[in-house]
């Protein structure tokens, strides 16, 4: 039995040309490697337009090393000023090219507290953020209904530009003479009771915007071999994404993203235990229900997330802690699976033979639940036949037919396939090595009755 395979890829995948593509989520010009540290002091100072957050500064990569505590406070401060130049400044310092190498850097997930500063920034969020289908009623504002001015939110820019504003103030000394029958007040929002103590629409987008970015340097962070098994193991940041995921349908589609290619780029070293052990829970979050936020994001229609849960998947069986979680939903995921392998798009049969692959390298029962799914050969066959564009994809596939005839008991419908392996044995295609040894175990043994009388290749 071929061992499970280890690696994982480290990154997004991409040549080397005269301009680096920006990463996802980041604004164009991001990718350059120049360093201004006096861009950044600068924007200490001002607060940034909501629109400009991202990494339009340009930050040495030994920036960190003397600023964290500063950045750390930032961060925690919860100022708009502070928090745009933080995560800026993060945003640039995590966003590593291919073949870029810091070895002078310290690993950002080390700095203490910026983990967890980063995690309260999208948690923050979370705890005011209204699901994307639901209205709020107006209601009118009972708490400080004698004041015309509560403070909050955008008072005073509205009254300053309203006329009725200073139709409504009497002279000074005139409070005793006169007497003003009729208030003009603005029919703004702060007149709700929802809306006393909490942010108006401005306020609740630039915590949108905050969370997303937090979410996307979290993303930066575990491209890094450095932070990926400090996250891996630290249960505050994986209840927060695996929350994000399950939240798919209410949370912000660019947050659900970012936390998932996380969580992918954390499979390989990600125990699912970790929910039950007794390091400190923020979050109520389960095994099962761990593994029920990816099958959601395998059953969406939205290409990148189907393909990220099918390779997340094949990342966590690679742990065999992980076995028991996974195989309690082992029907729904090949079924789903093999649906992916019939998508015309390339990307989605890549990612669906890819966990297949790891899969079936489990024990016996995946073997045979897989060739009694309706349609996994089939479909297994056109990938090889196609050929996929990608070589590995067509290796891995025939890999699956050779680990599935192992089994004695898939032998007798597989025998249903033996024209077609013997096509593609015939055919001088590159895996023929493979379809021999195919047609090999499938007609040879001698406790294989129909397979003795019809086949001849094991002679």
């Not at 991202?54 to 964290?68: E, K, W, Y």
């Not at 700095?111 to 009118?140: E, F, M, T, V, Y």
């Not at 949108?208 to 400090?230: D, G, H, K, P, T």
């Not at 189907?306 to 094949?314: D, N, P, R, T, Y």
Request: with cysteine; hydrophobic share 40%.
């Amino acid at each position: 039995m071929q061992k499970r395979e280890q690696g994982k890829q480290g990154g997004p995948g991409g040549g080397v040309a005269a301009t680096p593509t920006p990463k996802r989520g980041r604004p164009l010009g991001s990718g350059t490697n120049s360093a201004a540290v006096a861009a950044v002091a600068a924007a200490a100072d001002s607060a940034a337009p909501h629109t400009l957050l991202g990494p339009t500064l340009q930050v040495h990569s030994a920036f960190a090393d003397q600023n964290q505590k500063r950045i750390v406070l930032a961060l925690q401060s919860g100022l708009k000023s502070d928090l745009t130049w933080a995560l800026n400044t993060l945003t640039v310092l995590s966003f590593k090219e291919k073949d870029e190498i810091r070895k002078d850097a310290t690993p950002l997930t080390k700095i203490p507290g910026l983990l967890d500063a980063l995690l309260q920034i999208i948690d923050d969020w979370r705890d005011i953020a209204l699901p994307k289908d639901l209205s709020r009623n107006r209601r009118l504002r009972l708490l400080g209904a004698n004041a015309l001015v509560t403070g909050f939110g955008n008072e005073y820019e509205a009254l300053a530009s309203s006329d009725n504003y200073s139709q409504s103030i009497a002279a000074p000394g005139s409070y005793s003479s006169q007497k003003i029958t009729t208030r003009h007040r603005p029919t703004g929002w702060w007149f709700e009771e929802d809306g006393l103590f909490n942010l108006d629409d401005d306020g609740l987008a630039e915590k949108q915007l905050c969370a997303v970015a937090a979410s996307n340097i979290l993303r930066n962070f575990s491209f890094m071999y450095e932070n990926e098994i400090i996250m891996a193991q630290h249960r505050h940041c994986l209840e927060t994404v695996f929350q994000c995921i399950e939240d798919q349908n209410t949370e912000d589609e660019e947050l659900v993203t970012n936390a998932l290619e996380t969580i992918v780029n954390l499979g390989p070293y990600l125990d699912l235990r970790i929910f039950s052990s007794s390091k400190p829970s923020y979050i109520n979050m389960t095994e099962k229900s761990a593994v029920q936020a990816i099958m959601g994001m395998l059953d969406s229609q939205i290409k990148a997330w189907h393909c990220a849960a099918a390779e997340l998947l094949g990342r966590l069986i690679i742990n065999p802690d992980n076995e028991t979680f996974l195989l309690s939903f082992a029907t729904q995921i090949y079924k789903r699976l093999v649906d992916l392998l019939s998508l015309p798009a390339v990307d989605a049969q890549a990612a669906a033979v890819g966990a297949l692959y790891n899969l079936v390298e489990v024990n016996m029962d995946c073997r045979l639940n897989l060739a009694s799914e309706r349609w996994a050969i089939d479909r297994l066959l056109k990938v090889v036949k196609a050929p996929h564009p990608v070589p590995e994809i067509c290796r891995k596939a025939a890999t699956i037919l050779e680990s599935l005839v192992s089994e004695p008991q898939n032998r007798v419908p597989l025998l249903a396939y033996e024209n077609a392996f013997a096509e593609i044995l015939f055919s001088e295609s590159k895996h023929a090595d493979t379809f021999a040894r195919i047609l090999y175990e499938l007609t040879s043994r001698p406790n294989n009755k129909q397979g003795s009388a019809r086949g001849v290749w094991g002679l």
